[in-house]
């Protein structure tokens, strides 16, 4: 059973950074994509970024593109997440997921396509 810890949240002023780590356990860490989805207050949760499983394609949401990096490091089955120039409308619950990707270049931007989620953290920006 694949479990996912994530890390890294907090409080933090618009304009400042933040980096979350996602901790995978329980597989084979690089036979999985991997993604961070974000839930703000009142609404749906969404997609924020998407990794293939070797690293080399991801995804960004239009709202974070150039400002939000993911990375994945699978010697030390992790996910990261680097978020820059932060807004307060960035405030949300992050959690990262995980599925199975057979290919190694894809990844899934849909909610319903993971199988496994993390508990969540919440990044909070003050402005």
């Known amino acids: 059973q694949v479990q996912l810890v994530e890390s890294g949240g907090g409080l933090v002023q618009a304009g400042g950074s933040l980096r979350l780590s996602c901790a995978f356990s329980?597989?084979?860490?690089?036979?999985?994509?991997m993604a961070w989805f974000r839930q703000a207050p009142g609404k749906e949760r969404e997609i924020v970024t998407a990794?293939?499983?070797?690293?080399?394609?991801?995804y960004y949401a239009d709202s974070v593109k150039a400002r939000f990096t993911i990375s994945r490091d699978n010697a030390k089955n992790t996910v990261y997440l680097q978020m820059n120039s932060l807004k307060p409308e960035d405030t949300a619950v992050y959690s990262c997921?995980?599925?199975?990707?057979?290919?190694?270049?894809?990844?899934?931007?849909?909610?319903?396509?993971?199988?496994?989620w993390g508990q969540g953290t919440q990044v909070t920006v003050s402005s």
């Open positions: 997921a995980a599925a199975l990707a057979y290919s190694n270049n894809f990844y899934y931007t849909r909610e319903k396509d993971y199988d496994y």
């Open positions: 990794i293939s499983k070797n690293g080399r394609t991801t």
């Open positions: 329980g597989r084979t860490f690089g036979d999985y994509t």
